[in-house]
């Protein structure tokens, strides 16, 4: 059985090691080109429930109705995650996406497509998503092995980010010039290249068995070691803090283009593509960075810099100034939490870390959306600006107090 002081030299791994595996090597390709489809969606998605509704609650509202399936099942996600080989879930999962993706794309060529369309969508994506999200975090134990863990997570990151490069900067093109149909089309194929990727992969099936347990009781340790673990609670809790809060702040970027830069189309997708170009060079420095400074000192420094950052971002009313603003967003907040997610990954054990990372999971997929609708409402009666600038100032602030408190979890290397 594992123990807590797992082993520690993947903490000195390159960032790209974990390329010499041939099985990562395929997962990467494959999950660049799907993961660059769902960019191009999640932009023109954005932007087509503007289009619909004209309301900063209707992007809050189809940002819950992603969230609800995750909030509930994500916890026992991991349990299945724990007990099931990993591949095998996400060759239904991402096959289940495809054909959600492929409906959207139908409805909106039809020119039949509403609102209540696109929640319905989200939701039953969501479904997925909570297994999904907990299986593609954990299966980069499966492709590279404890000793390069912290470059699989890395490259996961960079791979992860790229896409957000290349899916809105298409999304840019295609909305412009063909329409947000295409968009959804176009991530459904994007699925063909990771299913095909997973298919060819030989990843041996690893025993994770918890003994003879239910799921509620599998479910009820899982809980139960996170919460008592000295880094890993204050870690998850800080990952609830900045999902609910600040990087919520995203979900109103569509509004923000609109209302304050007047560039619906073509501003959104410049200031999306430049929060993956930040957030792949956040990718690329994450482990001189760590091993510089400490990670935990890393994640400290980061919650203070991506408040300031947006602070000065809603302020702002020139569309040069907010992207270079929104590379410093991506770039300060995909450094906080890839390094979050890398230690949290370290501290865990084998048998736990399905279930950790459902949970792990939940502060994004399952809480987030609930802080994305009650964003959308704040904006509604104060204005985008403000409600974006109230949230980033409530996310630094209790980031801040959780580190504080934690100085554990701060002195991580």
């Not at 997925?128 to 890395?154: F, H, K, M, Y």
Request: aromatic share 10%.
């Amino acid at each position: 059985m594992a123990t807590l002081a797992t082993p520690r030299s993947g903490l000195q791994a390159g960032t790209l090691s974990a390329l010499r595996y041939p099985n990562f090597r395929l997962y990467f390709i494959g999950q660049l080109i799907s993961l660059s489809g769902s960019w191009m969606q999640i932009v023109a998605q954005g932007w087509l429930v503007f289009n619909l509704t004209k309301s900063e609650l209707w992007l809050g509202i189809v940002a819950c109705a992603a969230g609800v399936p995750a909030l509930l099942l994500s916890p026992f996600a991991g349990v299945v995650v724990d007990r099931f080989p990993r591949r095998k879930i996400l060759l239904i999962s991402q096959t289940v996406q495809m054909f959600l993706a492929l409906i959207l794309a139908a409805l909106t060529f039809a020119e039949v497509v509403q609102v209540w369309h696109i929640v319905g969508l989200a939701f039953m994506l969501g479904i997925t998503n909570a297994i999904d999200a907990p299986s593609r975090q954990t299966i980069i134990v499966d492709l590279v092995g404890r000793d390069d863990l912290t470059s699989g997570i890395a490259l996961n990151s960079i791979m992860f980010n790229a896409s957000r490069v290349f899916g809105p900067a298409a999304a840019g093109i295609a909305l412009a010039q063909v329409g947000p149909a295409w968009c959804f089309f176009l991530n459904g194929l994007s699925f063909l290249a990771v299913i095909f990727m997973l298919l060819i992969m030989h990843v041996e099936s690893q025993s994770r068995s918890t003994g003879d347990l239910n799921p509620i009781q599998r479910l009820k340790e899982g809980v139960s070691f996170s919460r008592k673990h000295p880094t890993i609670a204050p870690l998850l809790l800080l990952a609830m803090v900045a999902s609910v809060f600040t990087a919520n702040i995203s979900q109103l970027m569509p509004a923000f283009a609109d209302e304050v830069l007047h560039s619906p189309k073509e501003a959104y997708a410049t200031l999306s593509t430049a929060v993956g170009i930040g957030a792949v060079i956040a990718g690329i420095l994450m482990a001189y960075l760590g091993r510089a400074f400490g990670r935990g000192r890393v994640v400290f420094g980061m919650a203070v810099f991506v408040t300031f950052v947006m602070v000065l971002f809603t302020r702002n009313t020139a569309i040069p100034t907010a992207t270079f603003l929104m590379a410093l967003f991506g770039f300060g907040i995909i450094l906080e939490f890839v390094t979050v997610n890398t230690l949290i990954q370290s501290e865990v054990p084998d048998e736990f870390r399905g279930r950790v990372m459902s949970l792990y999971t939940l502060t994004w997929f399952g809480l987030a959306p609930f802080g994305a609708l009650a964003l959308g409402l704040t904006a509604e009666q104060i204005g985008t600006p403000d409600a974006m600038l109230l949230y980033a100032l409530i996310g630094g602030v209790l980031s801040v107090i959780i580190l504080l408190r934690s100085g554990r979890a701060r002195r991580l290397q």
